[in-house]
């Protein structure tokens, strides 16, 4: 949706095919952390009005990334760089009202319910997509956005390969009340917390509120342009966001039983529950009192890098060619960097200055190099073959981290070069162009 965004703002026609039936369909994962990379992208490809609804509708930003053991004492708590303009700092989201921002001036532009099936080659250089329902459509570009499972790219690289990285997560959401917020460190409460415990076990947790209360109302304090922008934005019809808290739990997929991935959101709690009996009551009070309905398991993938293959008339952006774990949490800013790196080859299209296929070419010459960068170095932090995962070695590695962490916890200047590190791995200070 960024990407069609900005396209249609350089004056090309565009149509976007979504799989979901309706506007406020499916269930598309909680928070997302918008660094510097995506939100450059985003005030570059967004409608300037619609970018400043964006960061109107943005969850208020973390403060601190603080690493805990399970038993919730502070291993070390890194304060995030605040943001000094509006590309800057680490923007937290919600998935579904980042998702509802999107939509928001393009419902002229999207088809909804409708399910890609392949595509083919025209004589005249066009290519032609085919859906499940018997529609078609041409157009001079195909561009795959359609995630880790895309059937475009199964068509178009099929020796491009997404494999298992060795990690289930599960996932779920509770509401944020106060004695919900209380079960927390204050620190975590204002920002993000990473519990690493024993066995390879890794919890993350979100604290997310919004500028609008239970009701879908601006909240008191809100104030000026902001809560304007809340009242008069449309898309808050469709997104059933409220404050939250968020956790992920996740370990080596042979820690998991076989069939995890076929169970429900009252079985995943207690599971999670079953393998963190020795976690402070708080986290395990937070497990219990997630929503059933939220909770899934999810498989996580990674792409195997290719080399560049011959350009075509069919590109590809996102997690369609560089699927990620979480490590590196720069997923999201990766595809939304591919969206603006796109937008820009295809604006030198339009103004003459390269061919179609040039500007193609040049876009994935560039998205290649940093989406397969980010792939590995994404893989090697969160993978069910490092160290932390194995069952006597793990515990020396956690000792060993949280040796490191303590140490550093102590020194300012190694506490403000990890804290400016995850500001860098996450586009601050990088060039975009």
Known sequence: MALAHGLRRAGFDVVVYERDRTRGAGLHGYRVGIGPDGSAALKQLLPPALHETFKATCARPPRHFVMLTERLRTCIDLPLHPAVD??????????????????????????????????????????????????????????????????????????????????????????????????????????????????????????????????????DGIGGNDADLVQRWPGLLFDNTRDYINWGFWASADKFPSDVLKRDGHQLIELVREMTPKWHPNLRELFRLADPSTCFPINIRTSVPVPQWPTGNVTLIGDAIHTMTPGQGV????????????????????????????????????????????????????????????PYLGRLALAALRAQFHVASRIPSARQRMADALHTRRGGDRDQV
């Open 86 to 219: 509006e590309e800057s700092g680490e923007r937290s989201v919600s998935r579904m009202t980042l998702r509802q921002v999107l939509f928001t001036g393009m419902e002229d532009v999207i088809r909804f319910g409708r399910t890609f099936t392949h595509y083919e080659q025209r004589p005249d250089g066009r290519v032609t997509a085919y859906f499940d329902d018997g529609g078609e459509d041409t157009g001079d570009l195909l561009v795959a956005a359609d995630g880790a499972g895309s059937r475009v790219r199964r068509q178009y690289l099929p020796h491009a390969r997404v494999e298992d990285a060795g990690i289930i997560s599960v996932a779920a959401k509770l509401p944020l009340t106060p004695e919900s917020r209380a079960l927390l460190p204050q620190s975590v409460a204002d920002g993000i917390g990473l519990v690493l415990a024993p066995h390879g076990h890794t919890c993350i947790l979100h604290t997310m509120e919004f500028p609008w209360d239970r009701d879908g109302l601006v909240k």
């Open 331 to 390: 997923g999201a800013n990766t595809a939304l960097r591919d969206a603006a790196l796109l937008t820009r080859r295809l604006t030198d299209f339009r103004d003459g200055r390269s061919s179609l296929r040039e500007a193609v070419r040049a876009y994935e010459t560039k998205m290649i190099d940093y989406g397969f960068e980010a792939v590995l170095a994404s893989k090697a932090q969160t993978g069910g073959d490092q160290l932390i995962h194995r």
